[in-house]
């Protein structure tokens, strides 16, 4: 583990029951750095994730997060610690407002309700569709309006490490700019440290400043992104280049 990494996954398994996803594991990410984690569908991307957002418990291995031990822990005091999980599929509470569920996102922070109304703005400032739309029933927007609103409300819990499970999922390639035009303004604005498990590897490379391969539950390339977008195995199996 490097003395600047937030988060640091060693030899890691994870396994649902009986069946193993996840074998040996290594991961890091730095404070404030943009990751990509790339691999076909069924590799263990979504499984890893959830385990670091404590949602499974892993078999063998450890989870540290910014030094200190994070396995174990459940998921509501992950949270708290500065660790958001966007999920595929979006998740909102369809009857509840947009403003509501980005609300929903601040319910284990501590700093106050002027911290959380001034972060409510700057999310609708960030994406000035969902101000539009602050009293519509989150369950009426669209696609892209949804993915924006699942985004804000992971920023709402002010993290230092924003997940994000397949963000570009059954959307648009406009409305898939937008929304990565959106998340870089994030980061120059707050620095937070990104994981990004993506399909569209290419828009996820130009994201990232370092990615990992995925497959069939180990990984078996880590590298800087712009090395990885001009490798040419990487561009036959993912760019179909």
Same mark, same amino acid.
């Given at each position: 583990?490097?003395?600047?990494?937030?988060?640091?996954?060693?030899?890691?398994?994870?396994?649902?029951?009986?069946?193993?996803?996840?074998?040996?594991?290594?991961?890091?990410?730095?404070?404030?750095?943009?990751?990509?984690?790339?691999?076909?569908?069924?590799?263990?991307?979504?499984?890893?994730?959830?385990?670091?957002?404590?949602?499974?418990?892993?078999? %063998?291995? &450890?989870?540290?997060?910014? !030094? /200190?031990?994070?396995? @174990?822990?459940?998921?509501?005091?992950?949270?708290? *610690? =500065? +660790?958001?999980?966007?999920?595929?599929?979006?998740?909102?509470?369809?009857?509840?407002?947009?403003?509501?569920?980005?609300?929903?996102?601040?319910?284990?922070?501590?700093?106050?309700?002027?911290?959380?109304?001034?972060?409510?703005?700057?999310?609708?400032?960030?994406?000035?569709?969902?101000? %539009?739309? &602050?009293?519509?029933?989150? !369950? /009426?927007?669209?696609? @892209?309006?949804?993915?924006?609103?699942?985004?804000? *409300? =992971? +920023?709402?819990?002010?993290?230092?490490?924003?997940?994000?499970?397949?963000?570009?999922?059954?959307?648009?390639?406009?409305?898939?700019?937008?929304?990565?035009?959106?998340?870089?303004?994030?980061?120059?604005?707050?620095?937070?440290?990104?994981?990004?498990?993506?399909?569209?590897?290419?828009? %996820?490379?130009?994201?990232?400043?370092?990615?990992?391969?995925?497959?069939?539950?180990?990984?078996?390339?880590?590298?800087?992104?712009?090395?990885?977008?001009?490798?040419?195995?990487?561009?036959?199996?993912?760019?179909?280049?």
């Amino acid at each position: 583990m490097t003395p600047d990494a937030l988060l640091a996954i060693e030899r890691l398994d994870v396994a649902y029951g009986e069946i193993q996803v996840l074998w040996e594991v290594d991961l890091e990410i730095a404070r404030g750095e943009v990751v990509a984690l790339l691999g076909p569908n069924g590799a263990g991307k979504t499984t890893l994730l959830r385990a670091v957002a404590g949602l499974l418990r892993p078999r %063998a291995g &450890r989870i540290v997060w910014d !030094g /200190a031990p994070l396995d @174990g822990v459940p998921a509501s005091r992950v949270v708290a *610690r =500065g +660790l958001a999980l966007v999920p595929e599929g979006r998740r909102l509470f369809a009857g509840m407002t947009v403003a509501e569920n980005l609300t929903m996102g601040a319910y284990r922070r501590t700093d106050g309700r002027a911290a959380v109304s001034a972060d409510l703005e700057w999310v609708f400032e960030l994406f000035p569709e969902l101000a %539009a739309r &602050r009293r519509q029933q989150a !369950g /009426a927007l669209s696609g @892209g309006e949804q993915q924006m609103c699942a985004i804000g *409300r =992971g +920023l709402m819990t002010k993290p230092r490490l924003l997940m994000l499970d397949e963000l570009s999922l059954g959307l648009s390639p406009v409305a898939v700019d937008r929304i990565v035009a959106m998340l870089a303004a994030a980061h120059r604005t707050r620095g937070m440290a990104m994981l990004i498990v993506e399909q569209d590897v290419r828009m %996820a490379l130009e994201l990232a400043r370092r990615a990992y391969i995925l497959e069939t539950g180990r990984i078996t390339r880590g590298d800087e992104a712009r090395r990885l977008i001009d490798d040419p195995r990487v561009k036959k199996a993912y760019l179909g280049l």
